[in-house]
């Protein structure tokens, strides 16, 4: 929560910047065309947009010329969770719209994609380029067989031939996945199995941190355990050969053909996502053509103000949500910034030196990567030029006060910062960037038109002011139409509505404050829970990495057979510092004094590292399983973690406390 010196907003939009944000035009429209309040600002038009949502979503449709190839027969065929069915009776085709301002003579030879690697070479490509090789890549794929339904994998790292391959599948109808090539064998074929794609593409390796990293037999291997696969198409990345029975990427994009987008049903499969996947198999997580089409449409237009004059970055891999995110800024004609290398290389300012680059108007990251660069002690505000960053975002993780502050000081004193936060789930934010709204330290802006975010008690009591779940009472476009091998449905209900029926709930704390921002308090399943008094794990890292000799931290709560709690903090220093008594008591003391003395660690605990997930978050409910002496290979799936080595200290610590 906010403290008292924090009131005053640290960014407010000026009264030309909110004139001419598109969310403020699409209210006025809004309210011409269909109703909605023409006062009141960002407040009355979100409640507007929960209480009527089909007309929301009507109006949202009808801003961004959403082209149906049939009509709709009504907005929400069917409002119940799960299972909301959304504009029945349209089709529509997601590429088509992503590739329309390739129309547009003006804007054909413009760059839709700028590709960076780690030597800084930057490379374009032309939104009549872009076309032009989805429209030969998608005749090719039909000639290979591909039919709508069928998927289309993706072995690749954040380069142009992905986002083209994306297309191609889309346009075709078929359904993509992707994993980005630092993934191993084992992690991708956990994913790629479960939905027996029928083409691979593939590179022969990666360039990460200054080395080249080969992946030629890891892809002999996935051709082998993947017996569906009609053809893999080779990208030599590295200038290698293609492999036996391969197809050469130049030769099936080197065509002229306009390209053909199948018209398919507006709940049609778009791609498969994947959760992190820390305990058992990765939920396969499937997403729509029409439902990510709107969704999207909507966040990057109207929350993230992106337009033809913006160029869009977000450091990310194919292998994350935020990729599929980033390349849907298409559809609103924004030039799309692809950074494919380490976020450290060679230092820690390589992300802003891409943005400084390309000249990114708004830079997505993660809170991670800020709170490195404040320890790490540099000025990318002073030491380059950031005069177009409009806006930086941030999410994986909730952004600590402390990284408010520093962007604040360190970027741009009228730089707007957007914490957002959302889910691989849904592929979008529950809550985060609103142009026209101030900036709170340690707060996101306000709730996402048309999600009806509220925090709840145990019972199913909303709650304001107060730490609550996370849920949504009413249904969103882009929230799965399935999982896939999920027949009945079982495993997609019980992994969001099995606690509030009718209501997804998505497992995390949140406060909801009485000027309507967010504010996210970590996952509400590794909750510390002492004497009745719960608080979030992200309360405790934003407190204890404040101090300069910790890099990294993870909090256990643990119940134990006699009643007792045991809570220690796990500590993975700086180089050069020490574990002593003087920073054991400094931690102890911090986490008193700034947040509360009940939730002080029983004990601190170094340990070589913090075990992630492969998007980066820190496993805590595996550590804490492991801690509570289930076996690893029943804590969590191998495959789904940074650095399962470091997994040996929990599991030893564990035999050592029985």
């Not at 009806?452 to 929230?479: F, R």
Request: aromatic share 8%.
């Amino acid at each position: 929560m906010t403290s008292a010196a924090d009131e005053a907003p640290l960014w407010q939009p000026g009264p030309d910047r909110v004139a001419a944000a598109a969310v403020t035009r699409f209210q006025s429209w809004a309210a011409e065309h269909h109703g909605a309040p023409s006062e009141g600002g960002y407040a009355s038009l979100h409640r507007w947009s929960v209480d009527e949502l089909d007309t929301f979503w009507q109006a949202v449709a009808e801003w961004f010329d959403v082209r149906f190839s049939t009509p709709y027969e009504q907005v929400i065929g069917d409002r119940s969770m799960p299972g909301a069915t959304w504009f029945p009776g349209a089709t529509l085709n997601y590429a088509e719209h992503a590739l329309r301002a390739a129309e547009d003579p003006l804007r054909a030879g413009a760059p839709a994609l700028l590709h960076v690697d780690e030597t800084h070479t930057q490379a374009a490509t032309s939104w009549s380029e872009l076309r032009r090789q989805v429209g030969s890549l998608a005749a090719e794929l039909r000639a290979l067989g591909v039919t709508p339904g069928d998927r289309v994998s993706g072995y690749l790292p954040n380069i142009p031939q992905a986002v083209v391959a994306f297309l191609a599948t889309a346009a075709v109808g078929g359904v993509w996945t992707s994993c980005a090539p630092d993934f191993g064998a084992r992690s991708v074929l956990d994913r790629f199995q479960q939905v027996e794609p029928v083409v691979l593409f593939t590179v022969d390796g990666y360039r990460y941190g200054g080395k080249e990293h080969h992946r030629a037999d890891t892809v002999a291997e996935l051709r082998r355990e993947l017996p569906t696969l009609r053809a893999v198409v080779h990208i030599p990345l590295l200038g290698t050969e293609a492999p036996e029975g391969a197809l050469d990427w130049s030769a099936l994009t080197a065509g002229d053909t306009e390209p053909v987008f199948e018209q398919v049903p507006f709940d049609h499969p778009l791609w498969v996502l994947y959760s992190s996947g820390t305990t058992g198999l990765p939920k396969a997580i499937v997403q729509s053509q029409g439902g990510i089409l709107l969704e999207h449409f909507k966040q990057i237009g109207l929350h993230c103000d992106l337009g033809p004059e913006d160029r869009f970055f977000w450091y990310t891999s194919t292998g994350w949500m935020m990729w599929n995110f980033l390349v849907s800024g298409l559809l609103t004609g924004t030039t799309l910034v692809l950074y494919d290398g380490s976020p450290g290389h060679p230092d820690v300012s390589a992300q802003w030196r891409v943005a400084e680059q390309t000249g990114a108007t708004l830079f997505g990251t993660s809170a991670a990567y800020v709170m490195a660069c404040r320890k790490a002690g540099v000025h990318p505000g002073r030491d380059l030029d950031l005069s177009r960053v409009q806006c930086v975002a941030t999410t994986g993780s909730p952004l600590p006060p402390d990284g408010f502050r520093w962007l604040h000081d360190e970027v741009a004193d009228d730089l707007w910062i957007a914490s957002v936060s959302g889910g691989t789930d849904v592929c979008s934010c529950f809550a985060g960037a609103v142009p026209t709204l101030p900036v709170h330290i340690g707060e996101l802006q306000a709730a996402c038109l048309g999600t009806d975010l509220q925090s709840w008690d145990p019972d199913g009591q909303p709650l304001t002011g107060e730490v609550g779940e996370l849920v949504v009472t009413a249904p969103m476009p882009s929230m799965p139409v399935r999982f896939w091998n999920d027949p009945d449905g079982s495993h997609y209900h019980d992994s969001y509505f099995d606690v509030y029926p009718g209501v997804w709930r998505h497992g995390d704390w949140i406060t909801l404050t009485d000027r309507g921002s967010v504010v996210i308090h970590g996952r509400s399943d590794s909750t510390l829970n002492r004497q009745g008094v719960r608080m979030g794990s992200a309360d405790i890292y934003e407190a204890v990495e404040r101090l300069p000799e910790i890099r990294e931290s993870l909090v256990i709560g643990l119940e134990e057979p006699d009643g007792g709690y045991w809570m220690p903090l796990f500590v993975h220093l700086a180089e050069g510092a020490a574990l002593d008594d003087d920073l054991r008591n400094s931690i102890k003391r911090t986490i008193r004094e700034n947040l509360s003395p009940r939730h002080v660690p029983d004990e601190v605990i170094e340990v070589p590292g913090i075990p992630h997930t492969l998007t980066g978050k820190r496993i805590e409910v595996p550590v804490k399983r492991l801690l509570q002496g289930t076996a690893l290979e029943k804590a969590v799936n191998p495959g789904s973690i940074d650095n399962l080595e470091l997994l040996h200290f929990y599991e030893k610590l564990a035999r050592e406390r029985r």
